[in-house]
């Protein structure tokens, strides 16, 4: 059973619903276009951040954890939630951060500081290095009572969260759609009991590699859907980069639909989808749900 703690912070989550957007351009073409609106969950455990710490956190209570280390970069939805929970939850928190200090922090990393977040910052060249620890026992010199998280929560145990939000849509759909960074929700949507075809939009370049990342992630699990696959190439030029079209892409929808976006993972896929949509990919008839995976926070990058 759930830990105590965690379950009185699910219950004060917000519900994840179901969105129609009606569009012309998407009607036009005979299909319909769905946004499961984990955003709505909470403003700062928001989206897939709070699907995939879950039953990390589950694990860490469970090991009688006192400091969960991780790493991230400067805006990370990723640190900034986990920041926030560990001051809930009365774990201490450390975080390695790619790139120097900067003289004054972020809003995001003002906002870890202020939960009790120890922040260290740390070469590019040793931020690479630390992704070759995989295993919450794996970072080396870890003291007991201390429990590595990898980049974006990327472990087995974050699978099983994001399987939950599958299993909450209670509408027939024929294809899941959902923005990858380190490919985490992705795996974890394709491990769920469902055989519908999934697409991840990668939301960085040459990211072809992420194929192998969620291959390793799937293989102790007992998951059958091959029916899934990378779309690369609505990264708008790396991650974190945005254009002007995209930024007008996601204006308009937001004028339109009276839905928050932000540019890094879903507006990327919902520009991606729409592009799909007008060349006629998905066939006439067919509904497409596809994932807001919140993270609004972050776009307090973009507007200072
Ligand atoms: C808002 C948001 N969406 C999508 C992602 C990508 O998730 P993943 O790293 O599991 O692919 C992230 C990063 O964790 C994120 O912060």
Request: with cysteine; hydrophobic share 40%.
């Amino acid at each position: 059973m759930l830990n105590k703690q965690l379950i009185a912070l699910e219950r004060n989550l917000g519900v994840s619903t179901l969105t129609q957007i009606i569009e012309p351009c998407i009607q036009e073409q005979g299909v319909e276009l769905y946004l499961k609106r984990d955003d709505l969950l909470h403003p700062i455990i928001s989206g897939n951040k709070w699907r995939k710490l879950k039953y990390i956190l589950e694990h860490a209570l469970a090991l009688n954890t006192q400091k969960i280390i991780s790493m991230g970069g400067a805006y990370s939805n990723h640190l900034h939630a986990l920041a926030y929970v560990g001051k809930l939850l009365g774990i201490q928190t450390e975080a390695r951060i790619r790139g120097e200090r900067p003289e004054i922090l972020n809003p995001t990393l003002n906002d870890m500081f202020d939960w009790g977040m120890h922040l260290e910052f740390i070469s590019r060249s040793d931020y690479r290095l630390l992704r070759e620890y995989k295993a919450y026992d794996a970072l080396p010199g870890l003291q007991k009572g201390e429990y590595w998280l990898p980049e974006g929560g990327a472990m087995l145990s974050a699978l099983r969260g994001v399987t939950e939000l599958v299993a909450e849509i209670d509408l027939d759909y024929d294809v899941l759609c959902v923005p990858c960074g380190t490919a985490t929700t992705l795996a974890g949507i394709i491990s769920a009991r469902s055989n519908k075809q999934v697409i991840g939009f990668a939301a960085l370049k040459e990211a072809a590699y992420l194929n192998d990342e969620v291959k390793t992630l799937l293989k102790n699990t007992a998951c059958h859907n091959d029916k899934w696959f990378i779309q690369l190439q609505y990264h708008f030029g790396g991650f974190a980069k945005i254009t002007p079209e995209l930024l007008q892409f996601i204006q308009q929808f937001e004028k339109a639909q009276h839905i928050k976006l932000e540019p890094i993972y879903t507006g990327k896929m919902l520009y991606g989808i729409y592009d799909l949509i007008r060349q006629g990919y998905f066939k006439s008839g067919q509904r497409i749900i596809a994932i807001h995976t919140g993270g609004l926070q972050g776009n307090r990058g973009f507007n200072s």
